[in-house]
């Protein structure tokens, strides 16, 4: 799910169906959050709205926040008790703040960070925490390097469409903001896609389809397969295809 598109070209059902992976694996981040009954949490970037349910279900009063229509649409079929805002990550207010902010999966597609940083200090009582989770410096850098040698031989100059700061880079800029940083960890967590055959194809169209804008849909397919036999040494295993990811997580406080 990326906050920024001016155009919704996400598939709320194909995410769901083929790409739970992404909130399911957020879950683990909510106990890092350990929220409180009665706390007022922001979800940024809330997607299909199953990590907001989550919090819900611990007791917060939750509001998601999404530039998708087709997300929002979904998160709020999904889950119609819930309060879902269609918005920008970079460039948003409420007139009420927030005892957290949380955040799975987003902020690595948002390359106007600082004004998404300021937007998140906005929203919080001085205090109050965010806590997220996002790719991290060199955050599937083997899909990347495929992909993007495949673009380079095709005479196209890849335009990378995602944001993968280092920990020290993302922490100084929070620092910037005015958030005090509390845990900030690195780490590995190789993913298994959720189809066998078809999970790196689906992965690339779900998550890496600007790369082929402007690229006949019938092209594409010699593309995609060039990319598959080149990434399957690596990451095809045990009859899955795997994704390399590398993860930051971090803490932080709004200082009063």
Known sequence: MTPTRSADRWDSSLYDDRHS????????????LAPQA???ILDL???TGHLAAKLADMGAIVTGIDSS?????????????????????????????????????????VHEAEAAAR????????????VLEMGVKGNVARIRGAIEAVMTELSRTPKCPWFYPSTGEYSVLLEKCGFEIRMAQTFDRFTELE?????????????????FEGIPAGDREPLLREIEQRLRPELYRDGSWWADYRRLRIEAVKLG
């Open 21 to 32: 992976f992404v909130w399911r694996a957020g879950s683990g981040l909510m106990d890092l």
């Open 38 to 40: 009665g706390e007022k």
């Open 45 to 47: 970037g809330c997607g």
């Open 69 to 109: 229509p087709s997300m929002i649409a979904q998160g709020r079929q999904n889950f119609p008790g819930l309060k879902f805002v269609l918005g920008d990550v970079r460039d948003f207010h409420f007139d009420e703040t927030f005892d957290a902010v949380f955040s799975n999966a987003v902020l690595h597609w």
């Open 119 to 130: 937007c998140v200090a906005g929203a919080l009582r001085p205090g109050g925490r965010f």
């Open 195 to 211: 189809h066998p055959e078809r999970g790196m194809r689906e992965w690339i169209e779900m998550f890496a389809g600007s790369y």
